[in-house]
């Protein structure tokens, strides 16, 4: 339990520094909306081209991924599911419900609890990759679709197709990925100074996220001062759709504890399950697919709702209250999937 508070122990600290500063004024009242906007447009996207760049995307292609992508898949797609059908929700906002209910929190915290439970982080960094190519371009896809749907302009097959196709050109996301996918299999190395500016820039983006994460934290109006990707008010788009309390009724704490539930417990049993009875991992692979598993919720989802306008109430409390969560369910993990069950 030591080992795993040191690791959550950042990121409350990062989160509880941008509260104080969010109450205090410090920054001023567009403090969220900038540093949303500086982490998803600069900080981020040098952050994933170091990543990927350096990395090899066949490496995820093992039986412990295909486990680990089963039980994401499956709860994502969930999640997906439960913002419609449950909380009226609309393609986008769904969107962000299926992320924050499968997508981990493989870097800043998947490292150091892999470091202290399992021994090592090689999992982790196949865990990113797959996040970061397969996970994130579907959902920002599926944002991308239903804020421009939204936005008036139009919703044939043509125009989805259109915005599909110019989406890596118009989303710094998933640019920054393809570059570096380009980069990698290619064999090509950056100039020293260059990849050591990117990794300066990258190492900007988690501590500025969970800041972020904070000042959103003191209860205005969600998505209020936010510019969305394409220059709309962040308010503006998600009224169209979602009114501000429109789904007060049935949403809140209730869509926040099926998006928990679903990350903290569904995803790391299916993981459990495809791991274990029915592909036979070693023990030390299905405690590794298990804990990972298990991670809370990213900040990723609370930040793509933040820059496409949408409510990020529902993503930021999921962050929030999984992180919390999920300190009980790594210890569970760990315990019983453990040698000799320590």
């Known amino acids: 339990m030591r080992a795993l508070l040191s690791a959550f122990t950042p990121i409350w600290m990062l989160t509880a520094i941008g509260y104080a500063v969010g109450r205090s004024g410090l920054l001023g009242d567009r403090a969220e909306a900038v540093l949303g906007r500086f982490v998803f447009h600069v900080a981020m996207p040098a952050a994933l081209f170091t990543m990927v760049s350096g990395a090899r995307p066949g490496s995820f292609a093992n039986s412990s991924m295909v486990a680990f992508a089963v039980s994401t898949a499956l709860v994502c797609g969930l999640g997906f599911l439960a913002s419609g059908r449950l909380f009226g929700r609309g393609t986008a906002d769904r969107a962000v419900g299926g992320m924050a209910s499968g997508y981990v929190n493989s870097a800043n915290l998947g490292i150091p609890v892999a470091v202290q439970v399992l021994g090592d982080a090689s999992f982790v960094a196949q865990i990113i990759l797959f996040q970061v190519l397969l996970v994130s371009p579907v959902v920002l896809t599926l944002l991308d679709t ?3 749907a939204r936005a008036g302009t139009g919703s044939g097959k043509r125009v989805v197709v259109r915005r599909m196709v110019t989406m890596p050109v118009r989303n710094p996301v998933i640019m920054a990925s393809l570059l570096g996918l380009a980069v990698s299999a290619l064999g090509l190395r950056l100039p020293h100074a260059l990849a050591h500016s990117f990794d300066l820039l990258g190492t900007a983006a ?3 996220a969970l800041v ?4 959103s934290l003191n209860g205005r109006p969600s998505g209020g001062t936010a510019a969305s990707l394409n220059g709309r008010p962040s ?4 009224a169209k759709e979602a009114p501000p309390g429109a789904h007060a009724g049935r949403t809140g704490r209730a869509e926040v504890a099926v998006t928990v539930a679903l990350k903290t417990l569904l995803q790391p049993l299916v993981a459990y ?3 274990g009875p029915l592909l036979g991992l070693p023990e030390h692979q299905l405690l590794a697919v298990v804990v990972c598993s298990a991670l809370p919720t990213a900040q990723n989802a609370f930040l793509y709702a933040q820059q496409y306008g ?4 529902v993503a930021r409390d999921a962050v929030v209250s999984s992180t919390v969560v999920s300190m ?7 315990w019983a999937l453990g040698p000799a069950g320590s």
């Open 328 to 334: 009980v369910t790594l210890s569970l993990a760990a």
């Open 212 to 215: 972020t994460l904070g000042l």
């Open 146 to 148: 239903g804020t421009g």
């Open 206 to 208: 988690v501590p500025t």
């Open 273 to 275: 399950l495809v791991g």
């Open 235 to 238: 308010g503006g788009t998600a």
């Open 310 to 313: 949408l409510d990020t109430r």
